[in-house]
């Protein structure tokens, strides 16, 4: 089975604090996405990469950045928290022409 | 601009009756479909998908259907159990694409 691993469950920052969510794939599989989840809004895609050192903006990349130095391994940055980004935060990494595999979620609380 | 649009933002389902989950599409280009299920403070995790090839596809209780000249799919699930309590997400991609879009997602309860 795939697994892919964010590294925190829960986490609390305070407003302006930089933020690192990181998240590891076992399955050499080339893409990797981050979503946020809120209540009435779905899914809603960050950025995305579809390869090492590539990224793709998504839907709402407004105040994150990404890094992806190796193929495994995804990272989240936020620069400067703000209460905005109190949020569910979802990795998943993608084989091509298949669905995702979703991690555990990281809930993430700015205060 | 909502590709992939789930309208019902909740269901409650008797234990044992059948549940139906919909989603409605407007991109025509999609043609690989999927539904995923969530629990509270976990991932979501793949439930079924369906090709453009297809009209239905089943695995156990759960069965999808496609209507491709309505750009809408439906998720059955007979019987259902209370395991099933959770939300749904439809999502959908053009096989050329990297991602997936996802709906809003649909919050089903399954009452004893």
């Known amino acids: 089975d795939v697994k892919v691993t964010q590294s925190s469950r829960y986490l609390v920052k305070r407003t302006g604090e930089k933020v690192f969510l990181e998240c590891v794939q076992d399955m050499d599989h080339e893409n990797m996405f981050w979503y946020r989840q809120d209540p009435g809004l779905g899914l809603r895609l960050i950025y995305f990469s579809y390869d090492v050192k590539m990224k793709e903006k998504g839907d709402i990349p407004e105040g994150y950045s990404v890094s992806r130095e190796k193929k495994e391994r995804f990272s989240l940055i936020l620069e400067s928290a703000s209460t905005n980004q109190t949020s569910m935060y979802l990795c998943?990494?993608?084989?091509?022409?298949?669905?995702?595999?979703f991690g555990s979620g990281t809930r993430l609380t700015v205060v | 601009d909502q590709q992939v649009k789930q309208n019902s933002p909740s269901l409650s389902v008797q234990e044992g009756r059948i549940s139906i989950l919909n989603c409605d599409y407007t991109n025509s280009m999609f043609d690989y479909f999927l539904w995923y299920k969530k629990y509270p403070a976990e991932g979501p995790t793949f439930l079924i998908s369906?090709?453009?090839?297809?009209d239905k596809n089943e695995d156990g209780r759960f069965t999808v259907f496609l209507n491709k000249s309505a750009k809408h799919l439906s998720l059955h699930i007979v019987p259902s159990q209370p395991g099933d309590s959770a939300v749904y997400f439809c999502a959908a991609s053009d096989r050329g694409a990297q991602k997936l879009v996802f709906g809003q997602g649909t919050r089903l309860t399954i009452n004893p």
């Open positions: 998943a990494s993608r084989q091509a022409n298949y669905g995702y595999t």
């Open positions: 369906i090709s453009s090839i297809k």
